[in-house]
């Protein structure tokens, strides 16, 4: 490369992996030995310095490296600032306390929540979100939203209770293809033990509790949770009087919905709508 070369843009996976290379070289050590250290395969260590594991490297493997290299925290850190990267300032509390939460109640009003979003539906959101960026800042955002999911791959995952209103799954965003794709993954969580779905529909009429949208965060060994967003961002609630009017919302929007088996076939019914 020549000095009027510009330089390759790098995504936060990429860099990482750089990262991960230069010290295993540093190191003297291959691929194989820093996999067997961290207690994953060679193949493993070669996408992760190539930076093509999707959505991003194990938190695990992450620590194997800085037990390997004698980093301290150096590549764990590194990983949490990906994570937080990609998303608002503002949001990265809440996505500290979701990757804690034991129960997560959502109920959301135009856009299923993040966390069950598929890869081409949210991306689809983020190019409509923001029009003017360039694709890789909009993938870069996209692998963020699916890393969420990782919290389903701990040893005890939370149980994820989400209310949609109906208009979450009549809203076409992107087409219908993309459609397809969300309501056909709506069904594949609904079926999960962890994964609780209802449809609060259209003729439920007036709403019987909040119109906006919220999330409630249980934990095993701190308070409850209230998550609530605007337009200049998110807040965290945490009084026992907020949390429990929220909580006493949620039971009637629970008991005015449609039950797990009936939002399940109206997502069906949908779903066929779309693909015809």
């Not at 598929?118 to 689809?124: I, P, V």
């Not at 979100?129 to 996209?142: F, L």
């Not at 219908?176 to 609780?196: D, N, R």
């Not at 929220?246 to 039971?251: E, F, G, N, T, V």
Request: aromatic share 8%; glycine share 6%; hydrophobic share 40%.
């Amino acid at each position: 490369m020549d000095e009027t070369t510009p330089p390759q843009h790098l995504n936060p996976l990429q860099r990482f992996g750089q990262d991960v290379k230069q010290v295993r070289l540093a190191r003297k050590l291959t691929q194989k030995q820093l996999g067997k250290a961290a207690g994953y395969s060679e193949a493993y260590v070669s996408r992760v310095e190539a930076g093509k594991l999707l959505p991003r490297p194990s938190e695990k493997f992450a620590k194997g490296c800085d037990i390997a290299f004698g980093t301290g925290e150096l590549f764990t850190d590194l990983l949490r600032r990906i994570d937080e990267g990609d998303h608002p300032s503002w949001f990265v509390p809440y996505l500290n306390l979701e990757r804690k939460a034991s129960r997560i109640l959502d109920y959301s009003t135009s856009l299923p929540m993040g966390i069950l979003q598929t890869k081409d539906y949210a991306r689809a959101v983020f190019r409509a979100y923001y029009s003017g960026a360039n694709p890789e800042v909009i993938e870069d955002k996209v692998i963020a939203r699916l890393r969420r999911r990782e919290v389903f791959e701990r040893d005890a995952p939370p149980l994820l209770w989400a209310i949609m209103h109906e208009a979450c799954l009549r809203t076409v965003v992107g087409d219908s293809k993309v459609m397809s794709g969300q309501l056909e993954h709506l069904l594949t969580a609904a079926a999960s033990p962890h994964v609780k779905v209802q449809v609060m529909p259209f003729s439920a009429g007036a709403p019987a509790a909040s119109t906006k949208p919220f999330i409630v965060l249980h934990f095993t060994d701190s308070p409850t949770v209230l998550y609530t967003e605007t337009r200049v961002g998110g807040r965290m609630h945490d009084s026992a009087q907020t949390v429990d009017a929220a909580l006493d919302d949620y039971d009637l929007l629970r008991a005015n919905a449609l039950s797990l088996s009936e939002s399940t076939d109206l997502i069906k019914t949908l779903l066929k709508e779309y693909r015809s």
